[in-house]
């Protein structure tokens, strides 16, 4: 697509619930990256993936966070048994190669834990 | 630890004001530094900035990064109230992949 669409744009769940937070690349952007950004806070690195593959998976804060990518496009970051801290914008970005391009963004799922 | 410390965290100016965001960075193996603007959620690119004293302008924006300083800086000059946003800085590390970000500084233009 033209941009990195992510899916929902909002969500309200409930604590303990799990939530999936979709995410729809640039066509062709092989490297995909989850950050969240916590209120007053900056962007914080959860997972890249490359292809399908998660070299690095260090950034997911608990193993409640979980995610995967198939075809080397969409990616489906999950959370399990929501907590309230979890509550944030999840932004997903693509990028052709690696950063040194500079990511493109999407809109972010801004998800609400009550 | 990798840190990159942006300042202020937030800033009130007028219309026409010129502003200079400020951007450090504490990292190993630095790469580049690029910096972002946010205005809703997305965070759109603006500046990557690898040489030292080498000035990247875009129209009213300009940013500049002292490798010396272990900084960079981001001018707005004549500034509207379009400018209002987080502008995010980030630095990018050799071997890597993902981008260490700063808290952001909240920029409010005001008529």
């Known amino acids: 697509g033209a941009g990195v669409s992510q899916s929902p744009s909002n969500k309200v769940t409930e604590k303990g619930k799990d939530v999936e937070l979709r995410c729809d690349p640039i066509s062709g952007h092989t490297a995909l990256y989850w950050y969240r950004q916590s209120l007053g806070q900056g962007l914080e690195f959860l997972i890249y993936?490359?292809?399908?593959?998660?070299?690095?998976k260090s950034g997911l804060p608990s193993d409640r966070f979980s995610a995967e990518r198939t075809g080397g496009s969409v990616s489906t970051l999950t959370i399990q048994r929501t907590q309230q801290e979890d509550s944030a914008v999840y932004l997903c970005?693509?990028?052709?190669?690696?950063?040194?391009?500079?990511?493109?963004f999407g809109s972010g799922t801004r998800l609400t834990v009550v | 630890e990798d840190k990159v410390v942006q300042s202020p965290l937030s800033l009130v100016v007028h219309e026409g004001d010129t502003v200079t965001l400020n951007c450090s960075y504490e990292?190993?193996?630095?790469?580049?530094l690029l910096w972002y603007k946010q205005e809703k959620k997305a965070p759109t690119f603006l500046f990557m900035l690898?040489?030292?004293?080498i000035e990247k302008k875009s129209g009213r924006l300009s940013s500049i990064l002292d490798k010396k300083e272990l900084s960079s800086i981001l001018n707005i000059t004549a500034t509207q109230t379009g400018d209002s946003a987080i502008y995010l800085c980030?630095?990018?590390?050799?071997?890597?992949?993902?981008?260490?970000f700063g808290k952001g500084t909240k920029l409010s233009v005001i008529p």
């Open positions: 690898t040489s030292s004293g």
């Open positions: 990292v190993t193996n630095f790469r580049s």
């Open positions: 970005a693509s990028s052709a190669t690696g950063a040194n391009y500079g990511y493109t």
């Open positions: 993936f490359q292809g399908n593959s998660a070299p690095d």
């Open positions: 980030a630095a990018y590390l050799e071997w890597s992949y993902q981008l260490t």
